[in-house]
């Protein structure tokens, strides 16, 4: 076995589950952000989200809104954080995390300088954004 996440999926890998289905499992993330962060992915091996069936996609988005719902009542949070990630497991999954703090979701929780800072980031301008629109309009509409 060469995927994690499948291992998971398929039983051969222990994973503190939450939720599962014949075609999702959700189940805690063992390094989490806060308490709560769960995973959620596809019971089937899809290497990264772009490449999930949108019905596949739709039913991890609910499910995410319906641990969301129990994370507020449960941690008493008015925001939960969803993300469709890849970087770690090359195997689609999406993080849901209770926000205690703005920067739950921004990876503070395991930067190691006390003092973080941001700047604010520059506007588009109204050339570059209409540019970058056109960009992905191009190949939205070209059906890829």
Known sequence: MTCLFCGIACGDVPAAIVYEDDELVAFLDTMPIRRGHVQIIPRAH????????GDLAGRMLVLGQRLARAMKQVY???RVG????????????????PLHEKTDLTSRRYIAEERLTFTELPALTPDEAAAVV????HVLEAGE
Do not use: I, M, S
């Open 82 to 97: 969803f993300a469709f990630t890849g970087g770690d497991v090359d195997h689609a999954h999406a993080h849901v995390v």
């Open 76 to 78: 008493g949070v008015q």
């Open 46 to 53: 899809y290497p990264y989200f772009d490449d999930l069936p």
């Open 134 to 137: 056109a960009e992905l309009k």
